[in-house]
């Protein structure tokens, strides 16, 4: 750990009141120390037999109401969400020793949200949306293939309209906690928890 690291100041009396404030700081300062991706997060989900599963996906959005993401809706993650409408995020920086950890409700986000996002996606991946069920079984990778050009030829490189089963969903956060990485394993924890009246009640968590 650098010198800057071991001096730094992480405290519970010097963050933004409202995590999502705090987060675009991270996010701010991620992306000067040219943190590869830093919107990548893991996103734990479990069904209704209670078997979790996790994945990488990647942060589209955030504000005040949520962090949202799109995936196909048949997928596991999709088919959880749909018996077990709850989740958490991870995002972690390793040269920067940050971790933020988010737990919430989730709910899927507006069509109309989903078709605008759809939209301005690259070509490619719009035509890969159609190719197959998410997580489905498939024979070869000459099946993906043949399937993509198919419906290339289809849409003939215009318009390609958004699938029913591909959307996305907003993770509304009860609790973010901010982790920051210090010496001798005393790591500074910064968690928001959603009290009274939505109200964010601030507390420093032990290491």
């Known amino acids: ?9 992480f405290d519970e009396s010097g963050v933004e009141r ?3 404030r705090q ?3 991270w ?8 943190i590869d991706t830093p919107e990548a997060m893991v ?3 479990a069904g209704a037999d209670g078997y979790p599963s996790a994945r990488y996906v990647l942060l589209k959005d955030y504000d005040e ?5 799109f995936t196909h809706t048949g997928s596991v993650k999709g088919r959880h969400l749909a018996e077990n409408p709850r989740a958490a995020l991870v995002f972690y920086w390793a040269t920067m020793h940050r971790q933020i950890r988010v737990e919430g409700n989730v709910e899927p986000v507006s069509a109309g949200e989903a078709d605008d996002y759809f939209a301005s996606r690259p070509y490619g991946s719009r ?5 197959a069920p998410q997580s489905s079984v498939v024979r070869d990778r000459e099946f993906l293939e043949r399937r993509f050009a198919e419906f290339d030829r289809k849409f003939e490189g215009g318009v390609v309209p958004r699938p029913e089963t591909w959307s996305g969903y907003r993770v509304r956060p009860e609790t973010v906690e901010f982790w920051q990485g210090r010496d001798n394993r005393l790591h500074d924890r910064i968690r928001y928890r959603r009290g009274p ?3 964010w009640i601030i507390e420093r968590l032990a290491p």
């Open 1 to 9: 750990m650098s010198e800057e690291e071991q001096t730094l100041v």
């Open 18 to 20: 409202d995590p999502i």
């Open 23 to 25: 987060l675009a700081h």
């Open 27 to 34: 996010f701010e300062a991620a992306r000067g120390a040219g």
């Open 43 to 45: 996103l734990a989900t």
């Open 65 to 69: 109401q949520g962090f949202v993401f």
């Open 127 to 131: 035509i890969s949306a159609w190719v």
């Open 197 to 199: 009246e939505g109200m």
